[in-house]
């Protein structure tokens, strides 16, 4: 096999309808090279090519392979992805995969035939291609379930994920959520801060948010805030590094509350402020803040009879 060119090479795949195309357009839209559906055959000749190529070759490269890909062989590909390691290849995998009924939803909308059935209804190739891809499913090193994303949300993960400034440091975000409103799909590390009092239950501070001073001090005056929130501080200046040596691209933390709106959003300011002086430089983002206050959504007040869940 021929010498791959040191430059890092990242090999998209997965299921049709997950946003495939907007991850390749993402990725050479910032400065990587982009070939789609390759003849597998041709890929050896492609890198030497670009080997030759001179300023070219400093240049990432993302290739698209799918299941229409010709001489498409999950396994096989797996085994070629081992096998250009071996031989020094900086080589990674994303898949981007997403849930039957979305699927499902996405192809009924555009009225688009699925390629693996362009005779029978989609959901019968949706199983069908996702039984091909296990392999390289199981393979790859990000997965990115798109079945809640916007088009923009994906093309923001892929700008997040796969930076060209050459930095070997994962990109770093800091997130906020409600968990009343779902977990983040792509959280890697999640934190709960509902051990902590609640501002909801304040009345002025209920219309205010973890930006605003009151809240954040009305949260830190918690007897358990002093000693936990330094905790997770430091767990996390612990691990980062560990991500960064194991060769990781992108990291979120994800620090939650019930409505995503008070405690969530302070401790999320204050880890990425800490992080920040570490060294590290986390972008924040707040997914829940723009909600309104729900007491239904807050559940039981403390001391109140039935579950407590602030």
Request: hydrophobic share 40%; net charge neutral.
């Amino acid at each position: 096999m021929a010498q791959a060119d040191p430059a890092r090479i990242l090999l998209v795949t997965g299921m049709s309808g997950a946003g495939k195309t907007t991850a390749l357009k993402t990725l050479e839209d910032i400065g990587w090279e982009v070939v789609d559906n390759l003849p597998l055959r041709l890929l050896d000749r492609l890198l030497a090519t670009r080997g030759a190529e001179g300023a070219e070759a400093g240049r990432p490269l993302a290739l698209g392979i799918d299941s229409r890909t010709r001489g498409f062989d999950a396994e096989g590909i797996v085994k070629r992805i081992q096998a250009m390691r071996g031989d020094g290849a900086d080589i990674a995998t994303l898949f981007l995969d997403c849930g039957r009924v979305e699927l499902n939803r996405r192809f009924s909308e555009t009225r688009r035939r699925h390629p693996l059935a362009p005779d029978r209804p989609a959901a019968d190739g949706i199983e069908r291609e996702r039984e091909l891809l296990a392999p390289l499913r199981h393979w790859a090193e990000t997965v990115i379930d798109t079945r809640a994303s916007t088009t923009n949300d994906l093309r923001l993960e892929i700008r997040h994920r796969f930076p060209t400034d050459g930095s070997g440091a994962p990109t770093l975000q800091v997130m906020s959520f409600g968990f009343a409103r779902g977990l983040p799909r792509n959280a890697d590390l999640v934190f709960d801060m509902r051990f902590l009092r609640n501002p909801h239950w304040v009345d002025d501070l209920r219309p205010q948010s973890g930006l605003d001073q009151p809240v954040a001090d009305y949260i830190a005056g918690d007897p358990a805030y002093a000693e936990a929130i330094p905790q997770i501080e430091n767990l996390l200046l612990t691990l980062l590094p560990r991500y960064a040596a194991e060769g990781k691209s992108y990291v979120t933390v994800a620090i939650g509350c019930t409505g995503g709106r008070h405690r969530s959003v302070h401790v999320a300011e204050r880890i990425a402020k800490r992080l920040r002086d570490g060294g590290f430089s986390p972008t924040i983002a707040h997914r829940d803040l723009a909600t309104r206050p729900d007491d239904v959504t807050e559940g039981a007040r403390a001391g109140s009879s039935g579950d407590v869940t602030h």
